[in-house]
């Protein structure tokens, strides 16, 4: 059997949430210690995303420090917040010149953030770079802006990963990076070997991708450097428990990941809005687990001879197989 990946969660994971309705959130706030402390809890993971600025914190970054140890946590990314009010044009794509040199220097502090706590990568998650309307913006001018401005962010860091994570909507109507296939041309575009991709499992299947062709394709380009994994109904980004829907997907997925000898953190970007976010994050891990497991006895011989002849049902009855059973074994 082969070794059990890292598992990670972005620290929101264990906050509380708020939504147009339930204005006053779904529980009481959680603060960011508290949040790291929910982490540890869970008891299988290794790493957090971090945020950045640290919303509502009036700590000490000694304290956070302090905090990820006692938890026997590490930072792996952190993740800046240009898609707040201050960006709600934009971060890198808002017209206004001293808008963008603020959302640069935001993210110039963040990577440095990022360095000091020894994070594998900064993670740019540009959602409020888009359009809403017809005829809002023009396109070759936002277009290059984006490309510029993640051109002087990454070059000035050539000691650190830098990722995009792309999502088809939301808040934006239109996200500047939508797919996976626009983000490799943008940072083929961009050439720079510090530039890669966070594949977000949801957001693919939020943006009618098949993932482990999504995963395959970015794979290709040597451009994976990081996933987020989760689940939907495929209508909204709904940031459900990784499984809870599309089990065969996620098995594809994280099959891909393993026949390109992909070893990066299988790291949980879920919204628990009314569940136990310690339990979502233990069932998920359990789940991942299953997967995992499964990889290691799916017949990759006869599953290879089941796609050589593009045959449905014999690839299904491998993998239903291996994966229920895994399931029952490892639950």
């Not at 993971?45 to 000490?60: E, Q």
């Not at 990314?77 to 017209?95: C, M």
């Not at 963008?100 to 706590?117: F, G, I, P, S, V």
């Not at 940031?239 to 997907?249: A, K, N, R």
Request: charged residues 25%.
């Amino acid at each position: 059997m082969t070794d059990m990946p890292v598992f990670g969660a972005g620290i929101w994971h264990f906050a509380t949430y708020k939504d147009r309705y339930a204005t006053d959130g779904y529980g009481e706030p959680v603060g960011l210690l508290e949040q790291i402390d929910r982490a540890g809890a869970v008891g299988d993971l290794s790493v957090v995303d971090l945020n950045w600025p640290f919303a509502g914190y009036d700590g000490t970054l000694d304290e956070v420090k302090d905090a990820l140890q006692r938890n026997n946590l590490k930072a792996i990314a952190i993740t800046p917040e240009i898609y707040t009010r201050d960006f709600v044009k934009g971060s890198l794509t808002n017209p206004d010149p001293a808008v963008r040199k603020q959302a640069l220097e935001l993210l110039h502090q963040a990577t440095e953030l990022a360095k000091d706590l020894g994070c594998s990568y900064v993670k740019l998650w540009p959602g409020q770079d888009g359009w809403d309307y017809p005829f809002q913006v023009n396109y070759h001018d936002i277009w290059n802006l984006a490309l510029d401005g993640l051109k002087e962010l990454v070059s000035a860091h050539p000691d650190i990963n830098f990722v995009i994570e792309y999502k088809p909507r939301e808040p934006r109507v239109k996200i500047i990076f939508p797919n996976v296939a626009r983000t490799l041309l943008g940072i083929e575009k961009i050439g720079l070997p510090n530039l890669g991709i966070l594949l977000d499992f949801g957001h693919s299947l939020y943006g009618q991708e098949t993932p482990a062709d999504a995963a395959q394709l970015a794979i290709d380009y040597g451009r994976l450097f990081a996933i987020d994994v989760n689940d939907n109904l495929r209508g909204w980004d709904d940031d459900m428990v990784v499984g809870s829907v599309h089990l065969v997907e996620t098995f594809e997925f994280f099959h891909t990941l393993r026949k390109n000898n992909w070893e990066g953190v299988w790291q949980l970007d879920q919204f628990p809005f009314r569940e136990d976010s310690v339990q979502a994050a233990k069932q998920a891990i359990t789940f991942l687990k299953a997967i995992h497991h499964a990889l290691d006895v799916l017949d990759e011989d006869a599953l290879a001879a089941a796609q050589a002849s593009h045959d449905a049902l014999a690839a299904q009855k491998l993998v239903q197989k291996v994966l229920l059973s895994s399931m029952a074994e490892i639950v």
